[in-house]
């Protein structure tokens, strides 16, 4: 079975950013993937994925490009320590979210695919670190605590990403905004 994730992706400077940022964490991390802000988290289909595709497309051609800011690092604390670069208009990015998740309604197999419940605990991020143990998570944020973060990007696509046999997920195809 292939696992799909659908993801905004972030252009040069910003990504390679990011990258300096997730390197120090990333063997906290089970997966490697380019730094991303996720959507709808993995996923299997029960549909053919052309089925999938075309209900994506169609999110793509309602939804109007946008304006994304990444604005500081923030954290999750408790069973999965995290830090990731916030976000600080997150309207757009849960509206796509909806859309995707009432268009894929039906199709994909996942405990998660309730829009409500996404709702409740989605927070559009950056992820830089996570599961980062209780006695690192500190220094951790030491670190960032004067770290100044600050990107306004224009979204014009969002990505159906597939991971292979060794968990490296790849672009699978884009979807361009053209609401």
């Not at 500190?138 to 973060?149: E, G, M, Q, W």
């Not at 990107?151 to 597939?162: D, G």
Request: net charge negative.
């Amino acid at each position: 079975m292939i696992d799909f994730a659908i993801a905004l992706i972030f252009p040069g400077a910003i990504a390679r950013e990011l990258n300096v940022l997730r390197e120090k964490y990333l063997h906290y991390v089970g997966y490697t993937i380019e730094p991303h802000l996720t959507l709808v988290y993995p996923l299997l289909l029960e549909v053919d994925i052309s089925l999938v595709k075309e209900k994506l497309d169609a999110v793509s051609k309602r939804t109007k490009p946008f304006t994304l800011i990444l604005n500081g690092i923030e954290y999750f604390e408790g069973k999965n320590n995290v830090a990731y670069a916030a976000i600080k208009n997150k309207q757009p990015v849960v509206a796509l979210h909806i859309d995707i998740m009432r268009s894929l309604n039906g199709l994909i197999k996942e405990e998660y695919t309730d829009v409500q419940y996404n709702l409740e605990r989605f927070t559009p991020h950056v992820t830089i670190g996570e599961q980062i143990p209780e006695e690192v998570f500190p220094s951790v944020k030491k670190r960032f605590s004067d770290y100044r973060l600050h990107y306004e990007i224009e979204i014009p696509s969002f990505v159906l990403f597939s991971a292979d046999e060794d968990g490296v997920w790849k672009p699978d195809c884009l979807f361009k905004l053209s609401g």
